[in-house]
């Protein structure tokens, strides 16, 4: 108890110091505010009358001398010179008033007759009035020629019946008598500064306070800075040699170019505060500051610990959220590598099947067409499905050609309005002047098919569906991509959208806001990989009830397109010669369709199991016109590496590789060899054996030339 009586004592009388000293010290900066804004308020006020009574005087100059040019001004100088001096007459704060000619000549003023041969063409206010004409222009302080007179000028510029350019007349604003103004606000108080500046921040008259340089001339302080057009304002800003802190509130003069300011010395509020601050403190016993010292310590050593506290639970929340990530990102990797292993292995089934289906049709089906014809249609679908599972795990290998937009979108029309639905108005946007892209035609297809088919089912009463192309150029640090050109490709609907959480979530593999059974969730994950794997990738912006944006980013490629897009060929058997074909594959049943595939093609198949034979074979001596290899398979070597020593050591052997996904696959492509991707046709292996026919003539040719 006598602790806490202790603590009492000595922790009230520091809590009403402080509390007393935070609020009384922010009372007076309140104070600084209210006299800054008042006074920037009344000096606002002075100058837009003293600058409409200005206009008020240029307008009617303007009117006398009408459009009268420089020979008519100066042959009626005297009589000229007698109305400026009457309009002037009385102003105080107007110096003189001058008529200068297209040219910047002296044709009139109100103080001075006849004009002395002066010329001011090259002087910035006369350059700005012509330039800025109609516009008031307000010159920087200057000692006026004329007169000899500490001013600043502000310029109109004179235009004839066309609107042309024929002269100024300039107003001579006496910088003193606003300094008299700005004194007199003042009243004496050396920590208030008043001034009027140019919307470009340079000084144009100025009464400065006493941590002011003393020796700048009155109205040259330091520039003021007006960010981002602001009409009126209160900012801190330091001034002078010793960087003084200066509260400045400053506002705009309606209509006119310029601002005006008013600024409280920080010092002098923090002083004045202090001294009465100490007052205050001196009621506080001075047995008592040992009691406080205790106290200090006390609560330093309670803030450390505080500080420890948080700098622990900082780290204990970091290594939660890092063990979160990396069980997510393990979980999703597992999942991915999963899914690329059962895709290949039903490709491989899939690869069984759709090869003897195709022997099966060759053999003119002996009275089983009707069900071989669903089954191919069965293996069809699959294919899809394996294809997005096998993008989704980013092991599909990918068949990359340089085409237009334009082609590969017409070519797909169909296949996009059959799956956005009957019901849905599609509509294909592709403008002339698309950048070529270098992608997978048939990944690309899918993945618009797929995003079709989520937009039918989110207008299920009918809709709007645009897929739109434009050439768009993204900046450094834009979603992870290297700066430069790439071909946007926009899928808007008009359907239900999408939850923020759904949006979040929508590229998540598996994740899907259908009903169970209907959806995959591979859909978007496939978009999102086809666009990653070329270098580009996929956004999404949707709002709950007006529909989703499913944006598609491709890298430019800098080539020429290709005219044509992919298209099947019918094989023909009957030019065809018999090749030779060293068949390489450890799955027994997918060699056995390939090899019946291959031998209905006129082909004389060598089957390997594993690439460590098809090695020992070829170090024989062996030739064969192609070598037909399977990626992944059991021994020392596989068929990359086979590839890699085919060549290497036979340069001129024909070798080719079939794979259900993409692993390892960039060496492949750094050596040229041809992929084809399980499960593949007879239309593949024929484009195959052509293409080595091709490149036999084309070897003929070179030798005996």
């Not at 960039?666 to 292996?685: C, E, M, Q, W």
Request: aromatic content about 6%; overall charge negative.
């Amino acid at each position: 108890m006598l602790r806490i009586l202790l603590c009492v004592s000595i922790v009230l009388p520091v809590v009403f110091a402080v509390a007393y000293g935070y609020l009384d010290y922010q009372r007076r900066l309140d104070d600084a505010n209210d006299i800054v804004d008042r006074l920037t308020l009344v000096v606002s006020e002075q100058a837009d009358k003293v600058f409409d009574l200005d206009e008020q005087v240029g307008t009617r100059v303007t009117e006398l001398l009408g459009t009268s040019d420089d020979d008519a001004i100066i042959a009626n100088e005297r009589q000229v010179h007698a109305r400026l001096a009457a309009i002037v007459g009385g102003l105080p704060q107007i110096a003189s008033v001058s008529v200068f000619g297209a040219h910047g000549k002296v044709l009139a003023t109100s103080t001075t007759w006849p004009v002395p041969n002066v010329s001011v063409g090259d002087r910035e206010d006369f350059r700005a009035a012509r330039m800025q004409s109609p516009n008031t222009y307000f010159s920087p302080p200057m000692r006026s020629k004329i007169g000899n007179v500490d001013v600043f000028n502000t310029a109109f510029a004179r235009l004839d019946a066309n609107r042309r350019f024929i002269g100024v007349v300039s107003i001579a604003l006496r910088r003193q008598y606003f300094a008299d103004f700005y004194r007199q606000l003042a009243d004496g108080r050396p920590y208030i500064g008043v001034g009027l500046y140019r919307s470009d921040g340079s000084p144009l008259v100025g009464h400065q306070p006493d941590d002011m340089p003393p020796r700048v001339p009155l109205g040259h302080g330091s520039t003021m800075s007006f960010v981002d057009g602001q009409i009126v304002g209160r900012t801190v800003m330091r001034f002078g040699p010793n960087d003084a802190e200066r509260v400045v509130s400053f506002r705009k003069v309606a209509g006119y170019p310029v601002y005006v300011s008013s600024s409280y010395s920080s010092s002098a509020i923090l002083q004045q505060w202090w001294a009465h601050y100490l007052v205050i403190l001196a009621a506080i016993s001075l047995p008592c500051l040992a009691v406080c010292a205790l106290v200090v310590f006390s609560l330093r050593q309670l803030a450390a610990e505080q500080a420890t506290w948080e700098r622990w639970h900082g780290e204990v929340a970091m290594r939660i959220s890092a063990e979160a990530s990396s069980h997510r990102l393990r979980r999703i990797s597992a999942l991915t590598n999963l899914i690329g292993d059962i895709a290949h292995n039903v490709n491989n089934l899939l690869m069984v099947v759709a090869s003897n289906m195709q022997l099966a049709r060759h053999k003119h089906f002996a009275g089983v067409e009707r069900e071989v014809t669903q089954v191919e249609s069965a293996i069809a679908t699959a294919e899809v499905l394996m294809r997005r599972l096998l993008s989704v795990a980013r092991k599909r290998p990918l068949r990359r050609t340089v085409f237009n937009l334009r082609q590969l979108l017409s070519h797909a029309a169909g296949s996009i309005k059959s799956a956005a639905g009957e019901t849905v108005e599609t509509v294909l946007d592709v403008p002339d002047g698309v950048w070529p892209i270098s992608i997978d035609q048939e990944e690309l297809s899918s993945a618009i098919v797929a995003i079709a088919e989520n937009a039918g089912e989110a207008m299920p009463a009918g809709g709007r569906f645009v897929v739109r192309c434009q050439n768009v150029r993204l900046g450094a640090n834009e979603w992870s991509l290297s700066p430069g050109d790439y071909v946007m490709v926009s899928c808007v609907d008009n359907g239900a959208g999408m939850s923020a959480d759904a949006v979040s979530r929508a590229f998540e593999p598996l994740f899907t806001t259908k009903t169970s059974g209907v959806g995959t969730g591979l859909g978007l994950a496939h978009v999102l990989a086809t666009c990653e794997q070329v270098g580009g990738t996929a956004r999404i912006d949707s709002i709950e009830g007006k529909g989703t944006n499913v944006r598609l980013y491709f890298p430019r490629h800098l080539g020429t397109a290709s005219t044509a897009i992919d298209q099947r060929r019918e094989h023909d058997e009957g030019g065809a010669q018999q090749r030779s074909v060293l068949l390489v594959e450890d799955n027994e049943a997918v060699a056995a369709g390939v090899t019946a595939l291959l031998e209905m093609l006129g082909c004389d198949v060598n089957h390997k199991l594993s690439a460590d034979d098809a090695l020992t074979l070829l170090q024989e001596g062996r030739t064969f016109d192609v070598v037909l290899s399977d990626v992944q398979m059991p021994g020392k070597i596989n068929g990359i590496d086979l590839a890699e020593l085919v060549v290497q050591t036979w340069p001129n052997q024909r070798i080719a590789l079939m794979t259900g996904y993409a692993k390892e696959l960039d060496r492949a492509r750094v050596l040229g060899i041809t992929v084809l991707s399980k499960p593949f046709n007879i239309d593949d292996l024929t484009t195959l054996l052509s293409e080595t026919e091709g490149r036999q003539k084309r070897g003929n040719s070179v030798a005996e030339s």
